[in-house]
C-alpha cells in the first residue's frame, strides 16, 4: 500500500533560521512526490513535485526538498524562514504503478515560525 | 484565470437529511476528486472521477454518492448525513496531460457541521 508519514506534528523555528518539515514514503514502485501548504481556512496550494532527476527539487516562495531514495524520505527545507511561512503543510504520494491519479496525503505538519 | 470553486463555503444541517455540495473547475480537467479533511487524518479520498460517467469509490465512501454529468462539475451528496460527517471537504482537480504525475488544484474548502 501507498502511504506517507509526517512524523513531526508541530514544528517551531525562529524567524531567519533555517526550516526543515520531514517527509517518509512507502510505495510499491517509483514514487511521485508532492507538497502542499495549507493557509488557515484555505485549500492547499502546490509547492513542488518531485518525479525524477535531480534529487534537489526547488519549488514555490523559496522552497525546496531533498529526494533520498535510501532513506525514504522527502523534507521539505528552506534557508531562512519567514513568519509568513507559518501554515500546515502535506507530502503526498503517488504511486507511478498505482492506475489512475490517486494521492496519499500525510497526516500533516503545522509550521509556526516564532518573530 | 482557471479556477475551482466550492459552495457553499459553510453549511450546518441536521442528522438524517440529504446535502448536495458543489465542485465546480474551469480548468477543463478530466480527473476530480474529493476529499475529506479531519485533525490527526490529513486528507482522505472520498470519491474520484477521470472524466464524464466515470466516478470511482476512494477511501471513505461510505454515505457519500458523486455524480459526473459534464466536464466541469463533480456535485458530492451525503445521502443521510450523520455526524461523523462533520468534516472540511476539499475538491481538487488535475490534468490528465502527457503524464500521470500532474499536481492536483484544490478549491478553497466546504465546512459542513451535522448537528
Not at chain 1, 531533498?66 to 524520505?73: C, G, L, P, W
Not at chain 2, 448536495?20 to 474520484?48: E, K, P, S, V
Not at chain 2, 445521502?79 to 482537480?93: G, K, L, P
Amino acid at each position: 500500500a501507498q502511504s506517507v508519514a509526517q512524523p513531526e506534528d508541530q514544528v517551531n523555528v525562529a524567524e531567519g533560521n533555517p526550516l526543515t518539515v520531514k517527509c517518509t514514503y512507502s510505495v510499491s514502485g517509483n514514487p511521485y512526490l508532492f507538497w502542499y501548504v495549507q493557509y488557515p481556512n484555505r485549500g492547499l496550494q502546490f509547492l513542488l513535485k518531485y518525479i525524477t532527476g535531480d534529487n534537489l527539487v526547488k519549488g514555490s516562495y523559496g522552497f525546496e526538498a531533498e529526494f533520498n531514495k535510501s532513506q525514504t524520505s522527502f523534507h521539505l527545507k528552506k534557508p531562512s524562514a519567514l513568519v509568513s511561512d507559518s501554515a500546515l503543510y502535506f507530502c503526498a504520494v503517488r504511486d507511478i504503478w498505482a492506475t489512475g491519479n490517486q494521492f496519499y496525503f500525510g497526516t500533516g505538519t503545522s509550521l509556526t515560525v516564532i518573530p | 484565470d482557471a479556477e475551482i470553486t466550492q459552495s457553499p463555503r459553510h453549511k450546518i444541517t441536521e442528522t438524517g437529511r440529504q446535502v448536495t455540495l458543489a465542485c465546480h473547475q474551469t480548468w477543463n480537467h478530466n480527473n476530480m476528486f474529493w476529499y475529506r479533511q479531519d485533525l490527526g487524518h490529513g486528507l482522505r479520498l472520498i470519491h474520484y472521477s477521470y472524466g464524464v460517467q466515470d466516478t470511482n469509490k476512494g477511501e471513505v465512501s461510505d454515505g457519500y454518492s458523486v455524480s459526473r454529468s459534464n466536464t466541469e462539475d463533480l456535485p458530492l451528496t451525503l445521502e443521510s448525513a450523520a455526524s461523523s460527517q462533520t468534516s472540511v471537504y476539499f475538491c481538487a482537480s488535475s490534468d490528465t496531460g502527457t503524464g500521470t504525475y500532474n499536481e492536483q488544484f484544490f478549491g478553497p474548502g466546504t465546512r459542513l457541521t451535522v448537528l
